[in-house]
């Protein structure tokens, strides 16, 4: 038996749910929910507001689809993490709040990382490492860290980075430089282990 | 010393986003210059952390959006 199944492409996704397919949309859902939730997250540092705010992101996303406004060029992924990004920061602009350094409280947050094989301790201690990660890209400058989401969670190209906010590619690049090198000495400074194979689960 | 400019390519590298002949040009280069292989390696270590460090939201907020969707479908 044939067991190779074919991943279904983004813009063939939203082109079934357009039609009226709504195990498409659970699919597209499923597929960029975390990247979404950690964009939003990343800026309002709150679980429950960025839940309500992920829920308001795909909302805007089914109202511009079903209305036969989705703009097919470019990636869905940078679509929706761009809807997401804009409503996170209006947020903070109608809150009227500083981006304010706070820690994580990720006790109730379900966290779907495949831990399945590792023991309760190592579990606690790479979740405490992703929760103190989070916490450091969010004492990045705003414009490293900026860049660093619209790249890495948005999955935008440096180009587009550029244009969207308004600098060369070589400015996006040097953010995006700057970046990880300020993570990672942050990382040495905060004494954060990590796992140093690149090829380990 | 890393260039500037290489620097910024082994960015582009590490996150798929260089044109065809410049990746083949840096691949060459990686081999050769370990200063370049120990900074992609670094890089490629950050990168694998910031993908694991992506966090999942509750199971009740992706059931309103699918169910708020259906709904929606059933109206028109």
């Known amino acids: 038996m044939n067991t190779t199944t074919t991943l279904i492409s983004d813009s063939a996704l939203v082109s079934l749910y357009i039609a009226g397919k709504e195990s498409a949309f659970e699919q597209l859902v499923n597929r960029h929910k975390n990247k979404v939730y950690t964009t939003i ?38 679509w929706i993490c761009r809807i997401a990004h804009n409503l996170a920061i209006d947020h903070f602009r109608k809150e009227k709040r500083s981006p304010m350094i706070t820690l994580e409280d990720g006790s109730n947050v379900f966290n779907n990382m495949s831990f ?24 990045l400058p705003q414009t490293q860290r900026e ?11 440096f180009q587009e980075i550029a244009d969207a906010t308004g600098v060369s590619i070589n400015t996006a690049l ?12 942050k990382m040495q400074h905060n004494n954060i282990a990590y796992d140093k194979n690149l090829y380990s689960e | 010393m890393i260039k500037t400019s290489t620097q910024n390519e082994l960015i582009q590298y590490v996150y798929d986003d260089l044109a065809d002949d410049a990746y083949e040009q840096l691949e060459g280069a990686l081999v050769q210059d370990m200063e370049l292989a120990d900074s992609c390696a670094e890089l490629l270590l950050i990168q694998k952390l910031l993908d694991e460090a992506v966090k999942a939201p509750r199971q009740h907020a992706i059931n309103n959006i699918l169910n708020y969707s259906k709904r929606l479908s059933l109206q028109s």
């Open chain 1, 41 to 78: 997250f990343l800026i309002v540092k709150d679980s429950y507001t960025a839940e309500d705010l992920l829920q308001d992101t795909f909302i805007k996303a089914i109202h511009t689809m079903k209305s036969g406004r989705y703009n097919e060029e470019g990636k869905f992924s940078s």
């Open chain 1, 116 to 139: 399945s094989e590792d023991s309760a301790e190592s579990l606690q201690i790479k979740e405490d490492t992703h929760a103190r990660l989070r916490e450091l890209i969010q004492t």
């Open chain 1, 147 to 157: 860049v660093l989401m619209m790249r890495h969670y948005a999955e935008m190209s």
């Open chain 1, 174 to 185: 040097g953010r995006m430089r700057y970046a990880l090198i300020n993570l990672r000495k």
